[in-house]
């Protein structure tokens, strides 16, 4: 199975959001059909449920939250085990001045955002490519000139 999405609600409004996604994802399913991602959107109770069926498969199972704050959420004990693609904290409260990233020369643990969309797209099409592609420093001098600037070399699996 591909990339899943996991949403988890702190109040009764926030679930609100749970069908603009759907929407955001069947219009967007052209754009990332290239990709193949399944992408289902499976709903959870409570935090440390998503957080222990992110922890299952880490890159491939993307966590979103809406009503909680970052810090709610890096408290969790489930979080101190986290790793793969960032959790997107949906927070109404977030101060937005950059674009969402998908970058891979940084690991984030979470990413705080008023609008989890940009971020989720990021997400999804980093998580795919992670299938596709292996990102990694280079291993010898030939490497080395080839990628030039970057830190990285990318290699198709």
């Known amino acids: ?26 219009a967007s399913g052209p754009a990332l059909n290239k990709l193949e991602p399944s992408l289902p959107v ?8 998503a957080l222990h069926w992110r922890a299952e498969k880490p890159n491939e199972h993307l966590m979103v939250t809406f009503g909680f704050t970052r810090r709610e959420i890096e408290s969790r004990q489930n979080f101190a085990i986290s790793c793969g693609e960032p ?3 949906g927070d109404p409260d977030a101060n937005n001045n950059g674009p969402a990233s998908a970058t891979f020369l940084t ?16 997400s999804i099409i980093r998580s795919e490519l992670c299938k596709r592609v292996q ?6 001098d030939a490497e080395d000139i080839y990628a030039g600037q970057s830190m990285f070399v990318c290699a198709v699996k």
């Open 87 to 89: 959790i997107i904290v």
């Open 42 to 49: 499976n709903p959870f109770g409570c935090p440390d449920d």
């Open 107 to 122: 690991r984030e643990t979470a990413v705080t955002c008023s609008d989890v969309r940009p971020q989720l797209r990021k």
């Open 135 to 140: 990102i990694r420093p280079p291993r010898s």
């Open 1 to 26: 199975m591909g990339t899943e999405v996991g949403v988890v609600f702190n109040k009764l409004s926030d679930r609100l959001w749970l069908p603009r996604l759907r929407e955001w994802m069947r």
